[in-house]
Every structure is written in C-alpha cells, then in structure tokens.
C-alpha cells in the first residue's frame, strides 16, 4: 500500500513539473524564431524568458529594506525615477541608470538595490556643480563615465561617486560650424581613450583623451548617391545647390567597445529603400549597415557571414505584432555584447532583440510591442545590456528596465559557442546535437559540427553540414581539401585520366577532319554527320566556312536545328547540373523559361536580320541567316557544357576560370555570327557593323510590337467575356 503511494506522489510530481513547464511556456508572450536561407520565418525554443522589473517601485522597496539597516537614502531623498537614458552593467554586475529626467546616475546593485546616487559634485575649481540630462554612462573596473548630455561635456567618477574629472568638449576648430557637441554615449578602453557619440555630429565618433585633446572622427558614414542624384546636380546652377538639401553623412546613435578595443556603433538614420535593399540584395558591404565593428583606424571590421546582413528583421515587408502591423527595416537604436563572442542589437520599432555570433549568424529573435511582462511598449526599447545570464531591455516611456533571464536552450548556445572558442571540439558537437534536438532548424548548429569536423580533417562530412547550412565559403574551403585528399589517393588516375582524353580527343579531330575533307567534293546529298561534324571547320575558319556553307551547300537546316537543340540542351545542363557551390539554392527550373531563353533571341535575331536586310540589298535568304545563326551557336554550347562541368570540380576561388570559359564560347559565337552575316550578305565591315545593330534594335522593336498585340489581345478576350457574362446574367 505504502509503495502505491510513493508512486502516486512520484507521478503527481512529475506532472506538476510537466505542467509548470507548459504554462511557463505558456506565459512567454512572444515567439522566438530566426531565419532560413530563403527568408523564411522559423520558430525556435525561447532563448530568454522574463523575469521580473526593475521600476520606481522595484528601487522604493529597496529602499525601505535598506533603511531597516540604517540605509543611505531615503524615499524622499531618491523620490521617483523619471526618464532613463541608458543601461549599463559592469563587471560586477551593478547596474547603473542614466536619469534624465532628474539629472543623476542610479547605481544599484546585482540584486537592483539602491546602492549610490550621483548628482551633485564639486568641480577640480572646488565649485559646486551639477549633471545636466545626462543620457549615457559607462563603468570601467575603477571609474564611472557620464555622458553630461546638458552641459555638453563628459564627467568622471570613481565606483564610490567621487568626482575624478570632467572631459570638456573639442576646440571649436574641429566641430564644423554650425554643429553643436551633444554627447549622448560614452565608451572607454583599456588605454584610457574616451569615446563618444554626439547626436549632431555626423563626422563619425568623436575620439578624445582624459585631458580633452581631440584624436579624430572615427568611422565617418560614407555618402552615396543615385545616378540620378548625379545627374541632377550636373544640371543645377550654384544657388540651386546651395538651396538644396546637403548630402551629409548619418549620425551614430550608441556605441560600446570590447576588450580587444573594437567599437561597436549603430545608427537608425539610414535611407530606409537603401537599407531594406542591402538586406534582400544579402549585401555584405556596410555602406548601408545599421550595426559596424570600428577598429583604430575607423574601418569597419564586422563580420556578416550570415544569410542575411546584420540589420534587424528580415521579412520586412509586413511583420505583424501582438498590437499592431509594422512594416520597414529595423531601427536600431543599442547593441550590447553578451558572452562567448555573441551581440545583440535592439529594433525600436518592433521592440525586438536580435542576437548574432561573432562570425554574423543570427542565433534567435525575440520581443515584442506589448504591455505584458516580457513586452516592450511602441516606440519605448531604448536600451540593451547583459547582466551575466540575463539581458535587461530598457522601455523610455514608462522607465521600467524588464529582466529576461537565459534559458536552458540558450545556455546550449552559449556553451556550444565558448567550446568552440576554446577548441574543445568533442564538447562542440555534443552542444550542437543537443541543440538540434530541440531545434532542427539551427543552422548555426550544423555549420558548427562541420567546423568541428573540418578541424578534425573529416572533409566530406563537413561538406555535407555546410551544404545543409548553405554556408558555400567553408564548403569551398573543405572541398577544397577534400579534392586535395582524393587527387593524392588517386594520383596514378591523373597521368591516365589525362592520356585517355589526349587519345580521345585526337581520334575525334582525325575522324572530323578526314570527313570534313571526303566533303569538300560536291554532292548533291550529304550526311547528318557531314554537315554536323563541319561546325568544326566553321569555328576555326569562319571566313572559308560560311562562304562554303551557303554556296557549296555544307550545311543544311537539319544540320543547324541540329546544333540549335544542342545549344538549348546545354543550357538546360547548365541550370539542372551546376555544382552546389554556383547553384547552393537550386529549388528545381521551368524548362520552358529555359527554353525560351535561348530560342527567343535566336528566332528574334534571324527574323530581325532577314527583314532588314532584305531592305539593305543582303544577298542571304531567310534559311541562310537561319542555318549561319545556328552553326554559329556551337562555341557557346561546347563552352557552357565544359563550364558546368567544371563547376563540379572547382571552388569559389577558381570562379574566374568559369567565368572565362562562359564567357569565351559568347564571344567566339557572336563574333561568328558577326561574321557570317557578313559573308552570306556579301557586306563590306562597316555596313555589316550598321546591319547589327540595326537588327538588335529590331529585335527590342519586335518584342515591343510582340508585347503590345499580346496585351490588346487580352484586353479584347476580357471584354468578350465581360459582355458574355453580362448577356447571360441579363437573359
């Protein structure tokens, strides 16, 4: 009776267990995801869960408990926290608060205890003096740095709220007229090099040291314009220009600086068309970047090795909310570095955390607009910072500091990154796998088991990691080792490999050549294999070859068509049989469209040429222009087949040897055509070269007119079903 019991009591309390964890999921009031390769949406465990608030009521109760100890500060003395500015943790855990609405820094401890007010202070003058909105503040392991956003200045402190010193503003020579320095945040490093933001300086961030010498601007926004910016301003006089719009630089909005001296700045001033562009064009560039890693020297050193740049949501178009639908490119207002080489940027607009590795792939989003705990209200995430296991996320407009704190799957992430890091490799894949285990869809997950399997020299199984990640650079890295291991087992192939096709090809250049030459004797019918095999002799002597295609009847129409279905085979080939590394997206093709692509400009061109010709004195006939056009084509379509083989055997390293055969069997063959037009129309160079070009454009004038009947012929079948609707609804 007693064992019943004990099992009863052990079953409810694993289902009491089970139940919690269910409606703690359940209270998470928004949905973690990340992106595919394609843009696609993916729904992943939540990585960080909320916690709790940090409010006015949150640092009053802390107050109350402290006075119950002989406490510092009182709640009269603290009264209400009004507007925060920033967040900032230091090693310790403190966290301190940028009160502008009260002109001080809150400190508070690990725990959000009230542990130091700053506001007033006595100048190195022995003056008193005061914060003035301060909106920014970093903590170094002895000093605190406050961005004195009112006074235009930066004041030092210690970690106990003694006042240390106060870094003025430049000289008035380096801000440009009419600029106003207003530091709105402030970073460090190690050398003691002070860093700051100026929400109306848009030369870069400002450099400067402890005693107010100015270094430089960092990392300056590069201007582009559109062509048509270009033109237009060719056009305009000088008061023009001077009444129209400067084309200046986008101001920073935040930094932060690692240990290693990077800086880490961000901006939301960037052309909304031009940044949702970079993101579906998968720039890589920072032209049009919201997130840049500064090095000394300015120059961006961010890494985007992602699907995506870092730039916020991906699916811009229409991301609907709890509240609301919000469309457009992130704003991204703060980022903030978390452990193991990870950093999260903020998206104002959808309150929305985006978190990347140090190579740029995205690991998880989470947030949202809301009012529940673990929402961010509209327009109110100013602020991100990582207290060791948890991010605290600032909302502006109600001064409420929300805490998330990591869960089990995010602490996968974390470790799985660090091993790495580490070069623990084992520990890696035994992360990873667990990851996967929850989220299938981690790409991140596999690319890291491949990395670990490429370290360990398991080329062909990293291979197939990265292919299922779509990550083609290390594929092209490990394939290249790959290719290296198999050439080294099979070397004695090479030698063989090599005589085989010398022996081959020569046969075949013997047997073209010895029936090429048996077809130079007139003959009133000739061979498939005759008027095929004498392309060959057309590619190396143009001149020769079609003077003897039309007048000694070398060739024939079944001979081109030949050809011609040759030609649209092998650009089939090419789209179905390019290796993964050109074609790493492949979701399958329209033959038709394939087809077309290539049928389409060959029937324009010998449509176009025979009709403006025939107005030119061309002595060729429509089957002439058809029958060269054709044998014309047999360079590109021998180029592209050898070009899609070759892609199976080269890496994105050796593209430019594709590109050069692609490219060679184009130019051999419009070259070819060139040349045969000229021959079979009996053209001197010059009128050949206008006749060309005549007939391209013929071409864009028969597509016109082609495009044009097609349109008023739907519009006349839509009207007669219109009116038969109409009748039948009538009768």
Same mark, same amino acid.
């Given at each position: ?27 998470? *009031? ?19 869960? $909320? ?16 006075? &119950?100890?002989?406490? +510092? ?56 003096? !005061?914060?003035? +909105? $301060? ?5 170094? %392991? ?25 870094? !003025? ?6 801000? $440009? ?13 190690? &050398? ?56 200046? *630089?986008? %101001? ?37 970047? *919201? ?18 740049? *870092?730039?916020?949501?991906? !699916? ?38 985006? #978190? ?21 209200? #509209? ?82 199984? &990293? ?67 005759? %008027? ?19 007048? %000694? ?60 010709? #025939? ?95 097609? #349109? ?20």
């Amino acid at each position: 009776m007693k064992k019943k019991i004990l099992k009863v009591l052990i079953l409810a309390f694993l289902l009491t267990l089970m139940l919690g964890s269910i409606v703690a999921e359940a209270l998470v *009031p928004y949905t973690t995801y990340t992106y595919d390769v394609f843009g696609k949406m993916s729904e992943s465990p939540d990585a960080y869960v $909320p916690l709790t608030y940090i409010n006015n009521e949150t640092i009053l109760n802390s107050i109350e408990k402290s006075n &119950a100890d002989n406490g +510092k500060y009182t709640a009269e003395s603290f009264g209400n926290i009004g507007n925060i500015g920033d967040v900032f943790v230091d090693e310790l855990e403190h966290v301190y608060l940028a009160d502008i609405t009260n002109n001080r820094i809150v400190c508070l401890d690990e725990k959000y205890n009230l542990r130091l007010l700053i506001s007033t202070f006595v100048n190195k003058n022995g003056v008193p003096d !005061s914060l003035s +909105k $301060p909106q920014g503040v970093f903590v170094t %392991e002895s000093e605190i740095y406050v961005a004195d956003t009112g006074n235009s200045r930066i004041v030092i402190f210690d970690k106990m709220g003694n006042f240390q010193g106060i870094v !003025s503003e430049p000289d008035n020579e380096v801000i $440009p007229d009419g600029s106003v320095y207003t530091p709105i945040a402030v970073s460090v490093d190690k &050398a003691g090099r002070i860093y700051v933001v100026s929400s109306t300086t848009n030369y870069g961030v400002v450099s400067m040291n402890r005693d107010s010498s100015f270094n430089g601007f960092i990392g300056a926004q590069k201007v582009t314009y559109s062509v048509f910016q270009y033109m237009w301003r060719m056009f305009q006089t000088d008061e023009q220009l001077a009444k129209t719009e400067k084309y200046v *630089p986008t %101001e920073y909005n935040n930094l932060t600086i690692d240990s290693d001296g990077f800086i880490y700045v961000t901006t939301d001033s960037i052309d909304e068309g031009s940044q949702q562009n970079a993101i579906a064009e998968r720039s890589k560039n920072s032209n049009y970047a *919201p997130i840049k890693k500064l090095n000394p020297s300015g120059t961006d050193v961010l890494v985007r090795g992602g699907f995506y740049p *870092p730039s916020g949501e991906i !699916s811009v178009n229409n991301t609907t909310s709890v509240e609301n639908s919000i469309s457009g490119p992130s704003k991204i207002v703060d980022v903030a570095l978390g452990p193991s080489g990870t950093w999260s940027i903020i998206d104002k607009k959808r309150s929305k955390v985006f #978190t990347y590795d140090e190579q740029g792939n995205l690991l998880y989003v989470f947030g949202d607009v809301g009012t529940q705990l673990g929402q961010i209200n #509209t327009n109110g995430l100013t602020a991100i910072a990582y207290q060791g296991t948890k991010i605290l996320l600032l909302d502006y407009t109600t001064s409420t500091i929300t805490v998330f704190k990591r869960t089990a799957y995010g602490d996968l992430i974390v470790e799985a990154l660090q091993s790495k890091i580490d070069r623990e490799y084992d520990r890696v894949v035994d992360y990873y796998i667990e990851i996967l285990r929850s989220n299938n869809n981690f790409d991140s997950a596999y690319m890291g088991i491949a990395q670990t399997y490429y370290q360990e020299g398991n080329y062909g199984e &990293a291979m197939n990691l990265y292919k299922y990640a779509y990550d083609t650079t290390n594929y092209s890295t490990a394939f290249a080792k790959y290719r290296k291991e198999l050439i080294e087992d099979y070397v004695w192939m090479v030698p063989v490999f090599i005589v085989v096709f010398c022996i081959i090809f020569s046969a075949f250049s013997k047997y073209r050549k010895k029936v090429n030459l048996r077809g130079q004797k007139m003959k009133e019918k000739r061979t498939l294999m005759e %008027e095929f095999l004498y392309v060959y002799h057309i590619m190396y002597h143009p001149f020769d070859g079609f003077w003897d295609l039309k007048h %000694e009847k070398r060739g024939s129409v079944r001979g081109a068509t030949l050809i011609f279905i040759l030609t649209i085979a092998g650009y089939v080939y090419n789209a179905v049989g390019q290796g993964y590394l050109y074609n790493p997206y492949f979701e399958g093709i329209s033959v038709v469209t394939q087809i077309l692509s290539v049928v389409l400009p060959v029937i324009l061109w010998v449509i176009s040429n025979w009709c403006l010709t #025939t107005l030119f004195d061309g002595e060729g006939s429509f089957k002439d222009v058809y029958v060269t056009t054709c044998y014309a084509l047999m360079p590109a379509f021998i180029c592209i087949v050898l070009s899609t083989i070759l892609s199976n055997v080269l890496t994105l390293d050796e593209a430019t040897i594709l590109g050069f055969v692609s490219s060679l069997g184009l130019i051999w063959s419009g070259a070819l055509i060139f040349f045969g037009m000229m021959v079979i129309h009996d053209y001197s160079l010059g009128k050949n070269l206008i006749t060309s070009l005549g007939t391209i454009v013929g071409m864009a004038l028969i597509m016109f007119i082609g495009i044009l009947f097609t #349109t008023l012929i739907q519009k006349v079948f839509y009207l007669g079903y219109n009116i038969y609707v109409e009748l039948s609804y009538r009768m």
